[in-house]
C-alpha cells in the first residue's frame, strides 16, 4: 500500500532587530498569522549568520522585518551605534543577492528598505532603497491606504483601509516593478506607493513599506494582502513539493 506523502512545512526565516520599533512582536504576530498557509517559521537576530548562510535548499521564504544599518547617518544615533550599527559584510551581501537570483522568494517589511545602506544593490533586489537625503516620513500616525491596481490576484477587491503607521516618500524603485498598495498620511497632499512586486533573476520578491508594529500586520484588510502576497511568494515551493510528491507515486 501506497503511503500518502505528507505536506512538508514551509521554511520561513525572519530576520529582525533595530531601533525604534517593536520587532520581536512585529515578527511573532506575522509568524502566527501565516502559520495556518502551512508555513513554519524560524525568527533570528544573528542577521550576519543567517544572511550569509541562507539557501534555496533550506529556506523557502526570507524575510526581512529589520532596521539594520550603519547609523552614520546623523549624530542622533551616536548613543545607539555601539549596541546597534550593522554593515553586511562582502559574503553576506553575495550570498543573499545569490539566494533570491537563483529562485528564493523574498519579502521586506516597512523598514527592510533602510537596511544595508551602503549596498548599492540592495535597492535591486528589494524593489525599492531608502535614499538619504532624499527619502523621508512623516511621523507615525493614521494612514489611509488602498490598492493601485485591479483584479490583481494580491490586492484582489480589497477595500481602502486605515492603519497606525509611517508612509514612506522618496524611495529610490527598482525598474519594472508592480505597485500594489498606496498610502496617504493625514499631513499628506497625495498617496505614495508602499508595495509592490518585481521578480530578480528566478527570485520571487515583495516589498511592503507598512508593518510599524503588531497591530498593522493584524489589521484586517492588510492581512488578507500580507496572506495573498506570501501565498505567491511560496507558489514555487509548493509547486516542488507537488512534484515530488508525483514522482514519490510514479
Known sequence: MVQPIRPVPIR???????IYHDFAGTAAAFAKVIEPLGVQTTIVTDAEAALSSVDVSTCDLLTIDALLFTMTQHDKYAPLREQYAFELSARGRDNLERYVREGGSLLGLHTASICFDGWANWANILGAGWVWGQSSHPPAGAVQ???????????????????????????????????????RAASDSEFYPVMWRHRYGEGRVIYDA?????????????????????????????????????????
Open 12 to 18: 520561513h526565516v525572519v530576520v529582525t532587530g533595530g
Open 145 to 183: 491606504v488602498k490598492r493601485m491596481v485591479d483584479g490583481d490576484d494580491i490586492v484582489a477587491d480589497a477595500p481602502p483601509f486605515e492603519v497606525f503607521d509611517e508612509v514612506y516618500r522618496g524611495l529610490q524603485l527598482a525598474p519594472g516593478v508592480q505597485p500594489l498598495l498606496q498610502a
Open 210 to 250: 507598512l508593518g510599524h508594529g503588531p497591530d498593522c500586520i493584524t489589521e484586517p484588510t492588510h492581512l488578507s494582502i500580507l496572506k495573498r502576497a506570501v501565498q505567491w511568494l511560496i507558489e514555487p515551493a509548493l509547486a516542488k513539493q507537488q512534484y515530488r510528491g508525483n514522482t514519490a507515486h510514479a
